[in-house]
């Protein structure tokens, strides 16, 4: 499995951006899906993560209400992000796994990252 991401950009707080996360290889419909991010200096930290068969959907504390994951049959995995803000500011990464988990170590592959810049 590739993981190609794509969507950053600079938004103004209060704005809102969607992030995309192409994969590749013909076995993507049976692994579950996560989003992270890492800001500068800080840990990464688990954003959101939905499961192989689009049944079950879980949120970071910080971003929930706020951002949507999302997965379509053209083998894409969507991050909606509303109501932006400037602590939402970092490097965000897409990753596939056999397990469902906010634990970065359950998952197998990675995407190459998209950075987001929340201004305020």
């Known amino acids: 499995v590739q993981l190609q991401a794509s969507g950053g950009g600079l938004v103004q707080a209060g704005g809102s951006l969607r992030l995309s996360c192409a994969a590749s290889?013909?076995?993507?419909?049976?692994?579950?899906m996560g989003w992270f991010r890492q800001a500068p200096g800080k840990e990464r930290e688990f954003v959101a993560a939905?499961?192989?068969?689009?049944?079950?959907t879980y949120y970071g504390e910080s971003v929930r209400g706020r951002f949507t994951i999302s997965k379509n049959a053209k083998n894409t995995v969507n991050l909606q992000m509303n109501s932006l803000k400037p602590e939402d500011t970092a490097v965000y990464y897409c990753?596939?796994?056999?397990?469902?988990?906010?634990?970065?170590?359950?998952?197998?592959?990675w995407g190459q990252g998209t950075l987001v810049t929340v201004s305020s």
């Open positions: 290889g013909r076995t993507f419909s049976s692994y579950n």
């Open positions: 990753a596939a796994g056999r397990r469902f988990s906010v634990l970065g170590n359950a998952y197998d592959y």
């Open positions: 939905i499961t192989w068969d689009d049944y079950s």
